[in-house]
């Protein structure tokens, strides 16, 4: 198929002024992706309706993660998120392929919803492969979905509120999160909001061959092996470390999906939502004509990025309600 002939006019017009190289992700070009990453999470302009603290936890058998915890400020005619309420929290996962981000990335994501839901925003500086692989960065998101639980009374969280996310990478440890939480019984999670995730390292379905423009066959193939190392290529691959590959997704939370026609894991996305929505899992599904991998990113203020935010944002506010 010819991704680029159908690109949406707006997406395509941005790209064309991207530089565009067929090279693949690999470990000499891995520092200059994180570098950028970086750079570009410094460089958000961030709100003063919003404080944000940061905390350390310890992870058992690795090092300690980073979390950062965003809170809206009294915000007067617009209603009193902060005080003495307890507030749903939503624990996020940064994009970046397994290998690359920030959490400090979502701070613009949390200057925008803690003060239009009220909500307690957790964001989590997970650990990167190759450096640290499966199951490394999913112990550090399970350890700060413990630590939200148990810290709830001082965060102001309730714990019967508390839903998590991600986007792309991001939204392959959350789904693996919301599986390992469902089996081990520990930990309740209201809900699961997936931004093209990244669930397959199979790449078996015809998308996740496609010349894409954003995230490639060969990159998702480094990301995917950076992170399971030698169990990549192997059926020794838990549906922890790839979501797709669970035969059981009954008794997983209410879950959003969304995802680009043009995005290299639609196919698996797709599957995924349906899968769930056979099981009785109830499953929002939206699908972007012309989107491809990280639309939203490359042009936020772009049609497809505004509706996009637009059935995301009207979703959290239900199940935030």
Do not use: K
Request: aromatic share 8%; charged share 20%.
């Amino acid at each position: 198929m010819n991704v680029a002939s159908l690109l949406d006019p707006e997406i395509a017009a941005a790209l064309a002024t991207l530089p565009r190289s067929n090279a693949p992700l690999t470990n000499d070009t891995l520092p200059l992706t994180r570098a950028s990453m970086v750079s570009m999470a410094q460089g958000l302009q961030l709100s003063d309706r919003v404080t944000r603290t940061d905390h350390t936890i310890a992870v058992a058998g690795g090092p300690d993660v980073h979390v950062r915890v965003h809170r809206a400020v009294a915000v007067g005619a617009e209603g009193d998120p902060a005080g003495d309420v307890e507030r749903p929290g939503l624990v996020w996962m940064h994009g970046g392929g397994l290998v690359a981000g920030t959490h400090l990335i979502d701070d613009g994501r949390f200057d925008r919803w803690c003060p239009m839901f009220g909500v307690v925003g957790i964001s989590v500086d997970y650990g990167l492969a190759p450096e640290r692989p499966y199951p490394g960065p999913l112990d550090d998101c399970y350890a700060a979905l413990q630590w939200v639980h148990e810290h709830a009374s001082e965060l102001g969280v309730r714990t019967d509120r508390v839903g998590i996310g991600g986007s792309s990478a991001g939204g392959c440890l959350a789904a693996g999160l919301a599986l390992l939480a469902r089996d081990r019984g520990e930990l309740p999670i209201a809900f699961q909001a997936l931004i093209y995730p990244m669930i397959d390292d199979r790449m078996i379905n015809p998308s996740s061959s496609w010349d894409v423009p954003i995230w490639p066959p060969a990159s998702n193939a480094f990301g995917w092996s950076s992170y399971l190392g030698d169990r990549y290529g192997t059926a020794d691959v838990p549906s922890y470390a790839a979501a797709a590959r669970a035969t059981d997704v009954a008794g997983l939370p209410p879950t959003f999906i969304c995802v680009g026609a043009l995005d290299g894991f639609v196919d698996e996305d797709i599957d995924y939502a349906t899968r769930l929505n056979r099981s009785g899992v109830p499953t929002e599904l939206h699908l972007y004509p012309g989107a491809p991998h990280g639309f939203d990113l490359l042009l936020p203020g772009s049609r497809l990025a505004r509706r996009a935010r637009l059935h995301l944002e009207e979703w959290l506010a239900a199940v935030l309600a």
